[in-house]
């Protein structure tokens, strides 16, 4: 949560033609990516700043330029050792203005710009001068431009990548950036827009449906919602009971929530029990019922050939929100319609408890965290808490899996608790999950295709930071994989690195992966075709992301974590990241890698080594085995005769030593 002061000692150059200007050299200049210039009443003015004051909350001070472009804002620090950095736009949650133009403060005013990735950042100016109006204004409308899935729009934006490119009128609205963004380094994109990139097909339901072994006598893949009429929450393909129709598949939709009927998302093949997912019931407090809801659960219950006894439903809320739910209309499912099945509050809390949580969270890191009573006051903040009641969640359901019961797992609506507690059951559960490539499928799968709202959860472009859809969950489940990873340093392919990055990357906009909420929005969008996919980026540098300790052999069955407080704690390398100061030290990782390099250079050595040993042996043998055949050709030939002084051959050769 750093808060970075900057103030102003110049204006911008404001001109009526294009200002050559050298990219700053401290940042790699994204495909497309160009300095921002603003057109007001026949002048353009450049969004750059000559001197720039870098203030930390600690009383330091920098200089540098700032420069703000189509994706993000950049601070160059003048020295050549000095602090630089960069603040994408789609990680902006606010922008505010502070001060007025009369104030004499120092520093006193300017622009707070809050970001969703734990940073307050200052931007102080001159008050005499009109540089915050400016910025201001292209910061709102370059930052918060919103997203529509309502098909292809004409609004681009006005940037100066080169200064040939032609300027787009002043009331264009902007885009995200993925949608320019055509990759760098070992990452491309065609210039031609139908090319899909890899790495939109790391999630394919047949190749998972036959992964994972699943008996087609038992279950299978339906496309009844191929045109998203049954669920436009749902993606297009499901995997179902087999003896169930399409028809009845859409009976019962009508009966849960949003459409959202149960489908699998997990099958153990060693025991046959499976994890299927789905929404509340239409209940109400009249207790209403539906026939084929009822068969279709207990369809479920009988698959499984291992325990078919009982069905274990799992609702991830505590029990007096499900019952005022029933005031909706809406509820859970009873014993008594239900039977065969077991029904489990989890007490796992709404978004909005969890997003007063994070709030008390960051209250509490920034500027830095307290030296008294730290862990008393992390204690108040619940976050650890909540963390605490997914895990027993999870830790349930993988308990239930491995002595062969099935689980159906709900919430509310399907979408943010169900997610949590599926995926990280089946990351415990599956060694595949815990690999890079399956990890990169476990999101696709439990978290986009079943639409999770990334969009309204994260606030993605959107100026409304109160707006109360917005809540943590998708960074709860992201902690809890590092809590994981923690206990079992040598389980995982992926390291800490690829956690923090798909964190950034998702507030960022540079990838189109986790724009918009549901599948449908992101066909209608052309998202595959528009954009790059976060995982091309993570496949094309895979190493940048491997864990070195990692030894598939070591955890090859199921991880039962021990659900405890005591083996919780504050995830420092991403809540504490922008606070004070700390002494720089190479991550474990960085270290592993380097001493594995030098490892590599040694053993190479060794061998040009012992390929030297091996050529000069072969020589002194020949040489040896010359000299021999010499000399005994020689005494049988004429004892008398001198020998070549060239073979340092003695006249006379003691027994012992001919012997040995």
């Known amino acids: 949560f750093v808060v970075l002061n900057f103030h102003f000692n110049s204006h911008f150059s404001v001109c009526c033609h294009w200002v050559v200007m050298s990219w700053p050299a401290s940042f790699t200049q994204y495909h497309g990516e160009g300095i921002v210039v603003i057109e007001t009443k026949n002048k353009r003015t450049r969004a750059c700043v000559d001197r720039v004051t870098f203030v930390s909350p600690f009383g330091e001070t920098e200089e540098g330029k700032a420069f703000l472009t189509n994706f993000r804002l950049l601070f160059q620090a003048r020295d050549e050792g000095g602090h630089s950095f960069d603040v994408p736009l789609g990680s902006m949650e606010k922008v505010e203005k502070y001060g007025g133009a009369s104030t004499k403060k120092l520093n006193g005013y300017g622009l707070e710009i809050t970001t969703k990735d ?84 790391v999630f394919s339901l047949q ?85 084929i809801d009822e068969k279709y659960v207990d369809t479920i219950r009988i698959l499984n050939q291992t325990d078919h006894t009982v069905l274990y439903i799992q609702d991830a809320r505590p029990r007096r929100n499900a019952m005022a739910n029933q005031a909706k209309g809406l509820g859970f499912e009873s014993a008594s319609a239900y039977r065969n099945c077991e029904i489990a509050f989890l007490n796992i809390h709404n978004i909005h408890v969890m997003r007063d949580s994070l709030k008390k969270l960051r209250q509490l890191c920034w500027p830095s965290p307290p030296d008294s009573h730290f862990f008393a006051q992390l204690d108040t903040t619940g976050w650890l808490k909540h963390l605490m009641a997914i895990f027993q969640g999870a830790a349930s359901i993988v308990d239930l899996i491995s002595r062969g019961s099935s689980v159906l ?87 800490e690195g690829l956690l923090i990055f798909i964190l950034d990357e998702m507030y960022s906009c540079l990838h189109g992966t986790f724009l918009y909420n549901t599948s449908r929005e992101r066909m209608m969008s052309q998202l595959r075709e528009r954009t790059l996919s976060l995982w091309d980026h993570v496949n094309a540098y895979e190493k940048d992301f491997t864990n070195p300790l990692f030894d598939a052999s070591a955890m090859d069955g199921a991880l039962h974590y021990p659900v405890a407080m005591k083996n919780l704690k504050l995830w420092n390398n991403y809540y504490l990241r922008w606070t004070a100061p700390s002494p720089s030290h190479e991550h474990i990782s960085d270290q592993f890698h380097h001493l594995n390099h030098l490892n590599k250079q040694l053993e190479e050595r060794i061998k040009e080594l012992e390929t030297q040993l091996q050529g000069n042996g072969s020589e002194k043998t020949t040489t040896n085995t010359s000299a021999t055949m010499t000399s005994t050709t020689a005494t049988t030939t004429t004892t008398t005769s001198s020998l070549n002084p060239n073979t340092h051959q003695p006249q006379s050769v003691p027994t012992k030593e001919v012997d040995a």
């Open 207 to 291: 190749q998972e449906y036959e992964r994972m072994g699943i008996p087609s006598s038992s279950w299978r893949i339906s496309n009844v919602n191929g045109d998203f009429s049954v669920c436009d929450s749902y993606p297009p393909e499901w995997i179902v009971p087999s003896v169930i129709s399409d028809d009845q598949l859409r009976k019962v939709a009508e009966f849960r929530s949003k459409g959202r009927l149960p489908v699998l998302c997990w099958y153990n093949k060693e025991n046959t029990a499976t994890i299927t997912r789905c929404s509340q019931p239409r209940v109400g407090f009249v207790g209403k019922r539906s026939a």
């Open 118 to 201: 734990l940073r307050v950042i200052q931007l102080a100016y001159n008050p005499k001068e009109r540089i915050r109006a400016f910025m201001f204004s292209e910061l709102q409308r370059r930052a918060f431009v919103g997203t529509s899935h309502e098909g292809e729009t004409s609004l681009q934006l006005s940037t100066d990548s080169s200064a040939n490119v032609p300027q787009q009128p002043r009331d264009a609205d902007p885009l995200p950036y993925c949608f320019q963004y055509k990759g760098r380094g070992k990452v491309k994109k065609e210039d031609d827009d139908e090319t899909i990139t890899p790495g939109w097909g």
């Open 409 to 495: 797992i709900h919430c509310s609506d399907g979408w943010d608790r169900t997610s949590q507690l599926s995926s990280i059951a089946m990351l415990l559960l599956d060694p595949f999950y815990r690999t890079l490539k399956g990890f990169e499928l476990l999101i696709e799968k439990e978290w986009l295709s079943f639409g999770h709202k990334f969009d309204q959860r994260l606030g993605l472009c959107n100026k409304n930071h109160g707006d109360e859809q917005r809540s943590p969950v998708f960074l709860q489940f992201i902690d809890c994989v590092w809590q994981i990873t923690q206990y079992y340093p040598c389980a995982f392919e992926f390291n």
